[in-house]
T-cell receptor
Framework: KNQVEQSPQSLIILEGKNCTLQ??????????LRWYKQDTGRGPVSLTI???SENTKSNGRYTATLDADTKQSSLHITASQLSDSASYIC?????????????WGAGTKLIIKP | NAGVTQTPKFQVLKTGQSMTLQCAQD?????MYWYRQDPGMGLRLIYY???????DKGEVPNGYNVSRLNKREFSLRLESAAPSQTSVYFC????????????FGPGTRLTVL
C-alpha cells in the first residue's frame, strides 16, 4: 500500500532556532511532492511543490529537499518564528492513478516557544 | 475573494440524524473535493468532482453523498450520522485535477453522539 510517513510526530523548539522535518514515502511512481502548512483550526495551505526531477525548492524561510532515489523529503525551517507553530504535512501525488490521487502524511506538529 | 468557504463551522448531531455540509468557492475552479481529517491520520478523500456535473468516490465514501450544485458549490450529505463520522471535514478546490494545487476551506468540526 502506498504510504507517506512523517517524523517526528511532534517537535518543540525555541524561537529563532532551525529545524528539519522528515518525510519518507513508498508511492512510486509519483508526479510531485508537496509540503502543506496547517494552522490549528484552519485548512492546509501549500508551501512548496517539487516534481520527481527537482532536488530543492525554497519559499522564504522554508526549504524542501527531495531525494527520489531514497524516497525521502525534508522540510527545513530557518530562524523559526512563533507563527511557524503549526502542523506540516507531506503529500505525494500517485501518478499511476489516472485521477492523480493525493497520498497525505499524518503531519508533524511543530511548536515554537518564545 | 473569500476563497473556499464552508458552513457550518461546528455541528453536533445525534446518531441517525442527517445534515448537509455546504462548500462554495469563488476562484472559478473546476475541481472540488471533500476530505475528512481524524487525529493521527492523514486527510482522506471522501468524494471529489472533477468538473461541474461529475462526481466520483474517493477513499472513504461510505455513509456520504455529494452534490455538485453548480461550478461554485459542492455539498456533502450525511443521511444517517454515525459516531464513526465524528471528524473535521474540509472542502477544497483546484483549477483542474491532477497536479494542481488544492485550496482548502476552514473546515467543519462535526461530533456525532
Amino acid at each position: 500500500k502506498n504510504q507517506v510517513e512523517q517524523s517526528p510526530q511532534s517537535l518543540i523548539i525555541l524561537e529563532g532556532k532551525n529545524c528539519t522535518l522528515q518525510c519518507n514515502y513508498t508511492v512510486s511512481p509519483f508526479s510531485n511532492l508537496r509540503w502543506y502548512k496547517q494552522d490549528t483550526g484552519r485548512g492546509p495551505v501549500s508551501l512548496t511543490i517539487m516534481t520527481f526531477s527537482e532536488n530543492t525548492k525554497s519559499n522564504g524561510r522554508y526549504t524542501a529537499t527531495l531525494d527520489a532515489d531514497t524516497k525521502q523529503s525534508s522540510l527545513h525551517i530557518t530562524a523559526s518564528q512563533l507563527s511557524d507553530s503549526a502542523s506540516y504535512i507531506c503529500v505525494v501525488t500517485d501518478s499511476r492513478d489516472s485521477n492523480y490521487q493525493l497520498i497525505w502524511g499524518a503531519g508533524t506538529k511543530l511548536i515554537i516557544k518564545p | 475573494n473569500a476563497g473556499v468557504t464552508q458552513t457550518p463551522k461546528f455541528q453536533v448531531l445525534k446518531t441517525g440524524q442527517s445534515m448537509t455540509l455546504q462548500c462554495a468557492q469563488d476562484m472559478n475552479h473546476n475541481s472540488m473535493y471533500w476530505y475528512r481529517q481524524d487525529p493521527g491520520m492523514g486527510l482522506r478523500l471522501i468524494y471529489y468532482s472533477a468538473s461541474e456535473g461529475t462526481t466520483d468516490k474517493g477513499e472513504v465514501p461510505n455513509g456520504y453523498n455529494v452534490s455538485r450544485l453548480n461550478k461554485r458549490e459542492f455539498s456533502l450529505r450525511l443521511e444517517s450520522a454515525a459516531p464513526s463520522q465524528t471528524s473535521v471535514y474540509f472542502c477544497a478546490s483546484s483549477p483542474g485535477q491532477g497536479t494542481d494545487t488544492q485550496y482548502f476551506g476552514p473546515g467543519t468540526r462535526l461530533t456525532v453522539l
